[in-house]
């Protein structure tokens, strides 16, 4: 009942908690999180490790071998052949893990008020911007205008198959969800 109670504040604070953030000049209230990927066990063909799962690993020239529970103890033998790259490595070298690592969306500053932004919200990839991020804030006390991202599907070359499907979605737009709607480029 406690924990109940306490989901629904957490989720009442969630929502009213935007309004004042963004008054602020920040992005949001939410902290985001990426879920454990499915890893890829090194020992038997198509076989994953879930999230939450215990795994086996070892780490080696920047290179990482994952083995599941089951497959690593299918090993019958003390050491694990890797292959060429790594050779045979004790058993007793691979680390147990588990598959539950969250990671959290990265943040960005703005290199004017230094103020803190998710990367998703303000969509800012340091490859396409490396000059730094500046928020909307900052850029309209100065009254200046974000720099246009060149790296947009409308500039990639298009092809018959792309066509067909720019236009299957701009029309499933237009008529399904939203009349107003602007263009997509696939």
């Not at 454990?36 to 090194?42: E, R």
């Not at 147990?96 to 990367?119: A, I, T, Y």
């Not at 000059?131 to 947009?152: D, I, P, V």
């Not at 990639?156 to 499907?165: C, D, E, K, V």
């Amino acid at each position: 009942r406690v924990h109940k109670f306490c989901n629904k504040l957490c989720d009442l604070f969630e929502t009213e908690i935007d309004g004042p953030m963004q008054r602020l000049g920040y992005c949001c209230g939410k902290h985001y999180f990426y879920n454990p990927q499915v890893l890829c066990c090194y020992g038997n063909q198509l076989c994953m490790i879930p999230r939450d799962a215990q795994y086996h690993s070892y780490s080696s020239n920047f290179m990482a071998y994952h083995f599941c529970k089951r497959c690593f103890n299918d090993i019958h033998t003390d050491a694990v052949n890797l292959g060429e790259e790594a050779g045979a490595v004790p058993k007793d070298e691979f680390k147990e893990m588990r598959n539950n690592v969250l990671d959290s969306e990265p943040w960005c500053w703005c290199k004017s008020c230094g103020r803190k932004f998710h990367q998703i919200c303000v969509l800012h990839l340091e490859a396409i911007w490396p000059q730094g991020y500046e928020c909307s804030t900052c850029l309209a006390e100065r009254h200046e205008a974000r720099k246009e991202n060149r790296f947009t599907a409308k500039a990639l070359p298009t092809n018959q198959l792309s066509a067909i499907l720019e236009e299957r979605v701009n029309s499933y737009i237009i008529k399904s969800i939203n009349l107003q709607a602007g263009e997509t480029a696939c």
